[in-house]
């Protein structure tokens, strides 16, 4: 009986240690000839260790996770007979799959001058074979945190090891919170590279969107409306709703510009560019810019000058469902006059929307936000109050709106959401 002792094989260039991903073997286990003993990664790959030999497994080198140094005892196997009728000697041999590549080979002895200590192994008789520390001032690591302090461009060698001179994923958190304002960016998931090729709707979006750029010269306008009696009155519209739809804020507003545009017809318009002809419309076809799971879409809102509120929020509910679950026919996504495009709660400050050509405007209520602001106190001076103010955008076609034109429009409606019983007056 005899004692082979399997040293991890140089299984790369450069490579000076190895990590334990996987055991095989335990210490009782016979193995076989080319048996899998380990799995083990380097910087480069996941390599599968193979037994040279038949026998008894009496010691491992440590558990999943550890580090092994190239040349070093990986495990400890009793063989029959004499140690020397062992192949490959005491160094022992490998065969190890990387990627596509099989490597086959055994490591020489290594020089006992250079060779690096190995980690503890535990044996049969739980007796430790004495390990001993490193004596070069190589920087020890697993691949994981190579790799990570390679993604987040930080040198291992200015890393301050916490304990028992390896560096962990914590030294990493350390150094990066002591080390933020010398240029490393913060830790983050790292996404995955696509080709997306762009096909259906989203190729049709980028068409419009691209042709409206291109030909429109677009302005934009913002104004800043105090809408906190008229999320007073939506609220007390919604308590006695029965089964009606809830009233969000859309349809008040789609109210509101329905109102403002006889005195507007600039703006419910269309622009046909071949023709150099502008064409007004007396009823309005509201665009409502609805995202789906494909992309944009505009299903239209047909005469909604001439529906209530109730009818309006119906609408709104109906169409968009329609856009989001394939169902909206071709008419109802055609023929807008004018478009608005809101992002509810995502709003934002201030938007510039792109034109949906044709068309020659496009409104954007954006987010409401609450402010203190100076208020009348009916004694002839002012107080401060909390107040709900929203802001609204516009963008418009220069070529067929001018800039008085869109400002006047917008001060309009504003006055008609800071004044919302004017609304509901014939």
């Known amino acids: 009986m005899g004692k082979f002792t399997f040293n991890l094989p140089d ?10 991903v996987t055991w095989h073997v335990k210490v009782g286990d016979r193995i076989e000839e080319d048996d899998k003993i380990a799995d083990v990664m380097t910087d480069k790959a996941t390599v599968e260790m193979e037994s040279p030999v038949s026998g008894v497994v ?18 400890v196997i009793e063989v029959e007979g004499d140690v020397e009728d062992a192949p490959g000697s005491s160094t022992g041999s490998a065969r190890a799959d990387v990627v596509e590549d099989t490597i086959s080979q055994v490591a ?9 200590p190995i980690p503890t192994l535990k044996t049969a008789q739980a007796e430790p074979v004495e390990a001993l520390m490193p004596t070069h001032g190589k920087v020890l690591a697993s691949p994981a945190v190579r790799q990570r302090a390679s993604d987040l461009a930080i040198d291992l060698a200015q890393v301050k090891p916490a304990e028992d001179g390896r560096i962990r994923h914590a030294d990493l958190d ?14 983050g998931t790292k996404g995955v590279d696509q080709t997306i090729k762009v096909i259906g709707l989203r190729r049709r979006i980028a068409e419009n969107m691209a042709a409206s750029k291109r030909s429109i010269p677009h302005f934009s306008y913002v ?7 008229l999320e007073a009155m939506r ?11 809830k009233l969000t804020m859309l349809p008040l507003l789609i109210a509101a510009i329905c109102r403002a545009l006889p005195d507007f017809p600039m703006l419910n318009a269309r622009y046909d560019d071949e023709a150099g002809v502008v064409q007004r419309f007396g009823a309005v076809h509201l665009g409502m810019a609805a995202q789906t799971d494909g992309g944009l879409m505009v299903p239209v809102i047909r005469d909604a000058q001439d529906k209530n509120l109730w009818q309006i929020a119906a609408e709104i509910v109906r169409l968009a469902e329609a856009a989001r679950n394939g169902s909206a026919t071709s008419a109802e996504l055609s023929g ?14 201030a938007t510039t929307p792109v034109i949906n050509r044709p068309e020659v405007a496009i409104i954007g209520p954006n987010r409401i936000i609450e402010r203190p602001m100076f208020v009348p106190d009916g004694m002839g001076g002012e107080r401060i109050e909390k107040r709900k103010l929203m802001n609204i955008s516009i963008s418009c076609d220069h070529r067929v709106v001018d800039g008085w034109d869109a400002a006047s429009f917008v001060q309009a409606v504003k006055k008609l959401i ?4 004017l609304l509901l007056a014939d």
């Not at 790369?12 to 334990?20: D, K, N």
């Open 174 to 187: 350390a150094f990066l919170s002591y080390n933020a304002a010398s240029g490393f960016r913060a830790a």
């Open 108 to 116: 020489p002895a290594p020089d006992p001058a250079l060779q690096t």
């Open 235 to 245: 609220a007390q519209l919604n308590s006695a709703r029965g089964n009606r739809p």
């Open 223 to 229: 104004e800043e409306c105090d809408v906190t009696a």
């Open 418 to 421: 800071e004044t919302p019983v």
């Open 58 to 75: 009496v010691a491992v080198a440590g558990e999943e996770g550890d580090m092994v140094a190239i040349g070093s005892a990986l495990v």
């Open 11 to 20: 299984i790369g260039e450069g490579i000076a240690e190895a990590e334990i």
């Open 336 to 349: 807008s006059t004018l478009t608005i495009t809101s992002l509810g709660p995502l709003g934002g400050v």
